[in-house]
């Protein structure tokens, strides 16, 4: 038995290591960054909920991940920002167990959502004159609903296992928000159980996901490769290059960080690709998939026109 005493309950986060000076730079930086990413995304919403034309099967499951990600950032970002100051820096128990629990649960919805929005591609390419049959409003609804029914039942049973550890050794987080990994580094109780499900759980929501990502896209190349004219072939290609390079850098980071074998690597390593998932892609979402795109560049002229949006 531990003496409730010698159990933290509160943490302290490094957050992002080096001089004052280099941390200023990380804060105004990261604040710009966190700053335009709430603006993307906050635009993507609100012109694919008001522009008709924009009222599509896919334009939905990007405004559903425009959402997940303001949440995401949301979550993470404003404590990173406060790690600027050593006040800043402390998080209570109960606090940083929410993080830890929005975190996964957004991550894990937002590789479901990445599945749907690839059977999606894959409806409208390999199977056009039954695409708007097979694609309503009902099996949108339905898809966006099991994300989120999924993220939760993934995430929820090992965030309530960490919630009953006894955190003794210290209370210093080696990370810049409450992750799972440098969290059981701090408990004082065997956690081989929890590692055993934190596997197999980013597995499951990674790899099944990612499995119906690369099916849908096999499907789509061979199809397309089978379009007998070149404009026709680069079109259909265009729909879908946007989504493999978000899907690419999210997935090769995530994997990284939880679907290995407990290997030594630093969490200096760590936090620097951590930045990927959490702060670079949320930002990379709505260039890639939205603004790129000449139907929405069109409603960005018509709602900003001080913007300018070029091709």
Known sequence: ???????????????????????????????????????????VMIITSTERCLYTPMYFFIRNLSFLEVCYVLS??????????LHGRVISFSGCITQLFFFFFLSSTECFLFGAMAYDRYLAICHPLHYTTLMDSYMCRNLTIGSIMGGFV????????????????????????CDSPPLLQLACADTYLIDLIDFYSAALVILTSLLVTLLSYTHIIAT???????QGRSKAFSTCCTHLIVVSIYYGTVIFMYVRPKVSFSFTLNRVVAVFYTIITPI????????????????????????????
Not at 76 to 85: A, C, F, N, Y
Not at 284 to 309: G, Q, T
């Open 154 to 177: 993934t995430t929820f049973p090992h965030i309530i296992l960490i919630s009953q550890l006894p955190f003794c050794k210290n209370n210093v987080v080696n990370h810049f928000f």
């Open 284 to 311: 990379l979402n709505p260039i890639i998939y939205c603004l790129r795109n000449k139907e929405v560049k069109e409603s960005v002229r018509k709602r900003l026109p001080f913007i300018i949006c070029y091709s």
């Open 224 to 230: 397309v490769i089978a379009i007998p004219t070149q």
């Open 1 to 43: 038995m531990f003496d409730n005493k010698s159990i933290f309950k509160e943490f302290i986060i490094v957050g992002f290591c080096g001089t004052p000076a280099l941390q200023y730079f990380f804060f105004f930086l990261l604040l710009l960054t966190f700053l335009l990413t709430l603006f993307c995304n906050f635009m």
């Open 76 to 85: 993470i970002v404003p404590k990173l920002l406060g790690t600027i100051t």
